[in-house]
């Protein structure tokens, strides 16, 4: 398998984790976090009808039709993943994203990935699962240490 194409998206998103990290540890600390997860949802929103129009010409009622309840799906997925970043960076710092990271390893690849969507892993997927739980253990070793 080409890992290049899976490489350059993944790349994408990291950017773009690291600039959401770094805007949400950034800002200032409000009484209510929904007000900057809001902001950021609308500037989030407009880019990307901006960037659909590029593309092609959008067909919104044919999306809603077709993939309504995936769409609301995705939608509460983004209002869980915003509210779960600025709370963790806010309040924790962007270096705890390891765990962000190697939660979603364990929920999305083995969780909907092989449970529920059925795709292939094989014994170096399960071996890369396992380091990355002992990531975690490691992380949490290092926090305790930090703190002593």
């Not at 969780?111 to 949490?140: D, P, R």
Request: aromatic fraction near 12%.
């Amino acid at each position: 398998m080409n890992m290049l194409g899976p490489l350059a998206f993944a790349l994408i998103a990291a950017i773009g984790n690291a600039m959401f990290a770094t805007g949400q540890k950034k800002a200032l600390l409000l009484d209510n976090p929904f007000t900057f997860i809001a902001l950021s949802v609308l500037i989030c929103a407009f880019l990307t009808v901006s960037f659909a129009a590029l593309i092609g010409q959008p067909n919104y009622s044919d999306a809603i039709k077709q993939n309504g309840q995936w769409a609301v799906l995705s939608g509460v997925g983004l209002f869980c993943t915003y509210l779960g970043f600025s709370l963790l960076y806010s309040r924790y710092g962007a270096s705890n994203y390891i765990l962000y990271a190697v939660l979603s390893i364990i929920t999305t690849s083995v969780i909907v990935g092989v449970l529920v969507l059925k795709e292939t892993f094989n014994l170096y997927h399960w071996l890369a699962l396992a380091t990355s739980i002992i990531t975690i253990v490691l992380f949490t070793v290092g926090n305790g240490m930090a703190k002593a």
